[in-house]
T-cell receptor, first 116, second 116 residues
Framework: SQTIHQWPATLVQPVGSPLSLECTVE??????LYWYRQAAGRGLQLLFY??????ISSEVPQNLSASRPQDRQFILSSKKLLLSDSGFYLC???????????????FGEGSRLTVL | AQKITQTQPGMFVQEKEAVTLDCTYD???????LFWYKQPSSGEMIFLIY??????QNATEGRYSLNFQKARKSANLVISASQLGDSAMYFC?????????????FGAGTRLFVKA
């Protein structure tokens, strides 16, 4: 069976510090990978998605970057955090295109980031 | 541009009664999928139900059904026989095919409160 795990679960960081959130998927190959951010009481905003190693698409201009060094690893980073980067970050995967793929997303547990 | 609209920030329902959560969408892509996800207070995102744009029948999954009205571009979620454990945020989402993968956008969500 497939699993997705992201860490850390909770992070409190000062403004201007770096960030690294990591996400790994097991039990599937060549997944589509996603990073979403959810502000308090709001919907999910798509930040980045990736359809393969080294292929990253950014949805919104921002202070963050993403990388996919391995097929099932997705990393969200920042060199210098801003207060506005605070939020709940969710990693997700979906099956690659083709076949009966519906595009259903499978989410990680989430990482709550507070920038002070 | 693709868009998902959920106009009900909060809804109350009596336990054991049915409730409808509204969702409208907009896309120019003829092929798309519609989803509903549940987010309990723990933060995890749980997939509930899926409807494909070419599906003739409304999707059902246990107590969940999706009232798909293509001409109106609506995809309302109906929860029958509400339970206390149904209290959560509910998100409507849409994915449309694009080159090389899928992108899913979410509505702002509806918070459902089930009263005993």
């Amino acid at each position: 069976s497939q699993t997705i795990h992201q860490w850390p679960a909770t992070l409190v960081q000062p403004v201007g510090s770096p960030l690294s959130l990591e996400c790994t998927v097991e039990g599937t190959s060549n997944p589509n990978l996603y990073w979403y951010r959810q502000a308090a009481g709001r919907g999910l905003q798509l930040l980045f998605y990736s359809v393969g190693i080294g292929q990253i698409s950014s949805e919104v201009p921002q202070n963050l970057s993403a990388s996919r060094p391995q097929d099932r690893q997705f990393i969200l980073s920042s060199k210098k955090l801003l207060l506005s980067d605070s939020g709940f970050y969710l990693c997700a995967w979906s099956r690659g295109t083709g076949g009966s793929n519906t595009g259903e997303l499978f989410f990680g547990e989430g990482s709550r980031l507070t920038v002070l | 541009a693709q868009k998902i609209t959920q106009t009900q920030p909060g809804m109350f329902v009596q336990e054991k009664e049915a409730v409808t959560l509204d969702c409208t969408y907009d896309t120019s892509d003829p092929s798309y999928g519609l989803f509903w996800y549940k987010q309990p207070s723990s933060g995890e995102m749980i997939f509930l139900i899926y409807q494909g744009s070419y599906d003739q029948q409304n999707a059902t999954e246990g107590r969940y059904s999706l009232n798909f009205q293509k001409a109106r571009k609506s995809a309302n979620l109906v929860i029958s026989a509400s339970q206390l454990g149904d209290s959560a945020m509910y998100f409507c989402a849409m994915s449309a095919g694009n080159t090389g993968g899928f992108k899913t956008i979410f509505g702002a969500g509806t918070r459902l409160f089930v009263k005993a």
